[in-house]
């Protein structure tokens, strides 16, 4: 399986995420949108996941929704603004030494997308990849207000463990993803847990790999 993290606004979790991860001597994939690699705060700790040996990749430079949460298949950008939100994030990539050929897979913004989107995608020679579905660990960016739905870090943490459990295969292929900063009006950290899970996972014979290792392994017959 491999372990995935998305940004945008926030990196609170950096620190304790690359702690974490250099413990476990474990290569994972950041996927950070144009503000992101843009943003001066961001760029020692975007060199320090380069150096690392971290997968970094992109999310859409503006984190804009290209397709309708109601009705999936209309699109709401047009091909060029799609291609332009794309370029603009590998530019801001550029500056930091990453370029298409060592950053191949893109991740949509909020994870979502259409057939048309992944056709446009492939069109610039990327491939678009998502979070395995099913665990709810995606839910760490939710936070307490009313009306929203929320999942606390304890509830994130059952759900992953009970999906192992109860799907078939486990979680192994999984493409695990969480966030590397959330809103700061979410005080139970997410990341605070990931340590454990991390050790709970490997007690199960778990094998934290890359995403291009994982995905050389789906293509070996």
Known sequence: ?????????????????????????????????????????????????KKNGHYL???????????????????????????????????EMKKFGINKADAPYFMPPFEWYNKEIVRWTEELGLTLIN????????????????????????????????FEKNNPSGLNGFILLTHIGTDPRRIDKFYNRLDNLITDLKKKGYKFVSLKELFERKLTP
């Open 1 to 49: 399986m491999t372990l995935v993290f998305t940004g945008h606004e926030f990196a609170d979790g950096y620190n304790t995420i690359s702690s974490v991860l250099k413990k476990h001597n474990i290569k994972a994939g950041f996927f950070f949108t144009g503000d992101f690699y843009r943003n001066p705060n961001y760029s020692n700790l975007i060199k320090e996941l």
């Open 57 to 91: 990749g992109a999310h859409s430079d503006k984190h804009i929704l290209y397709a309708s949460w109601e009705k999936r298949d209309s699109t709401l950008v047009t091909k060029k603004e799609f291609t332009n939100d794309i370029l603009d994030n590998y530019a």
């Open 131 to 162: 979070y395995s579905p099913g665990s709810l660990s995606n839910a760490d960016y939710t936070i307490p207000v009313p009306n929203e739905r929320y999942y606390s870090s304890d509830s994130i943490y059952n759900k992953i463990l009970h």
